[in-house]
């Protein structure tokens, strides 16, 4: 696909099919991990319903299993195949698409059974073979770039999906790395990576990790995530990638920085007055 027609796309999904328009903002949303049905289901319904009042497509995340953990202690999972039977669960009672993260060349074959999406983490964004396995699926492969990447350099990580045979390719900014302890965005790559002729989402909840902390906990700047989404959106970014909890403080994962689902609608609601803005 040639410039910015992949605004048009079609996708066939399991649940329902994924459209996304030059004219209206996707979200890609959810809790970091599966940590129960009961929490999955209260932030999907609770999204999804946001979403369909502000004619935002919905694509339902959560990860299935934590691999990369700051400490050995940390939370990874209730189970892979229970979680992904939730994730799809979710997908099909709300009527969207759905996505997870895979982390080895096995878990494609396993997560594309249950969701439409595939999320390659930043960390993995290089290992070919894993992006293959992900192309060779046929699902739409979502690559966050690393954050030890240059936008320039995501062409590469395309060309391997589209080498493979499938042109369904996402990416995702999520920060530099800044120091040891810190990620900055920026905003120069969204337009960058458009020119591959992908969408690109913003990932406005990892952009504000601060990771690496010597306590083995990853921290973050919630309070920042509106920021990170306005600026992002004013730029003219094609999705957002946002984690949400009922309660970010007892998350099982990635609670620092997170945004409390009660803040949600209020933000999407100023974002989407910016991309009307800018049309």
Known sequence: MNGRSFLYFCAKIVAVELKIEKN?????GGPCVVEGKEVVNTIAETVNAICKDLDITYIFKASYRKAN????????????ENALEIIANMGAKYGVPTTTDIHTDEEAALAAKYVDVLQIPAFLCR????????????????????????????????QKVRGAGNDQVWLT???????????VVDYRGI??????????????THALQLPNQAAGVTGGRPDLIPTIA???VA?????????????PSQALSDGANMLPLDQLAGLLEQLVKIKKAIL
Not at 69 to 80: E, H, L, Q, V
Not at 137 to 150: A, E, H, L, P, Y
Not at 235 to 247: A, C, K, M, R, S
């Open 230 to 232: 306005k600026a992002a």
């Open 69 to 80: 953990r700051s400490s050995a202690k940390s939370f990874t999972g209730i189970g892979d």
């Open 191 to 204: 337009p960058e990576m458009q020119q591959f002729g992908v969408p690109v989402v913003m990932d406005c």
């Open 173 to 183: 900014e999520r920060g530099t790395t800044f120091g040891y302890q810190d990620l």
């Open 127 to 158: 290992q070919s073979s894993l992006l293959e396995a992900a192309a060779q699926t046929g699902k739409i492969v979502n690559i966050k770039k690393g954050q030890f990447m240059s936008p320039g350099a995501m062409i590469h990580a395309v």
């Open 24 to 28: 209206k903002l996707f979200l890609i």
């Open 235 to 247: 730029v003219g970014v094609d999705g957002l990638f946002i984690e949400t909890h009922p309660n």
